[in-house]
Structure formats: structure tokens, C-alpha cells
């Protein structure tokens, strides 16, 4: 499956942005789709996770309350709503498939296929 995420961009803390995350190729509805993300000179960390069906979400604690994932499998696109952004959440945002028979929705490593990112930063 491929992956593209959009829609990033500036915007000043306390506002919101949507990411898209659009897929083709193999069976979409085949992956849990995960969010990361990773900021100059870090290591890439788990935003936010959604099951194959949609019927499941997980989300880090630093952004717990304030994101949320969701996901159209007819339309083969996830979307990740961001509100109330922080200056610690300005950073490069990946989606990413994670095929159904592997665990560790944490682990970047779990993840077969990335999309090229988009990049969010939160100014003060």
C-alpha cells in the first residue's frame, strides 16, 4: 500500500489542523494505520493509532483530549484532527500501515509502509 499525508502547515498555538492521509495500491482495509511523528534532533515517537476496521483508537498521552484519528476505508484515506496545538507538537507527521497479524502499535518498526510526511509547526 502506498502512503501520502497532507496538510500541514502553520498555525499559532491553541489552533487546529487536519491531516489526511490518503492510501492506494494493496488492501487498505488490510492495515492498522498509526500516526508519528518526529521533531529536529529526536527520535520518531506514536501520535495515534487506528484499527483496520476504524472501531479502535489509541493515542499517546501528550496528545490525548486533543487528537483524534478516524478513518473512511471506502474512500482509503485516514484523518488525524489536531486541536489545541502546542509549540511541542511542531514536528514532521507520518502515517504509516502496520499489517493486521503484527503487534506493536508503538513501534515504528512494526510499520511496513510510511508515507512521506508533512510537516506541522505551532508557533507561540
Known amino acids: 500500500v502506498q502512503l501520502q499525508a497532507s496538510g500541514g502547515g502553520l498555525v499559532q498555538a491553541g489552533g487546529s489542523l487536519r491531516l489526511t492521509c490518503a492510501a492506494s495500491g494493496r488492501t487498505f482495509d488490510a492495515y492498522h494505520i498509526g500516526w508519528f511523528r518526529q521533531a529536529p534532533g529526536k527520535e520518531r515517537e506514536f501520535v495515534a493509532g487506528v484499527s483496520q476496521s476504524g472501531t479502535a483508537t489509541y493515542y499517546a498521552d501528550s496528545v490525548k483530549g486533543r487528537f483524534t484519528t478516524s478513518r473512511d476505508n471506502t474512500n482509503n484515506t485516514v484523518y488525524l484532527q489536531m486541536f489545541s496545538l502546542r509549540t511541542e507538537d511542531t514536528a514532521v507527521y507520518y502515517c504509516?500501515?502496520?499489517?493486521?497479524?503484527?503487534?506493536?502499535?508503538?513501534?515504528?518498526?512494526?510499520?511496513?509502509?510510511w508515507g512521506q510526511g508533512t510537516q506541522v509547526t505551532v508557533s507561540s
Open positions: 504509516a500501515g502496520r499489517p493486521t497479524y503484527r503487534s506493536g502499535i508503538y513501534d515504528p518498526r512494526q510499520y511496513d509502509y
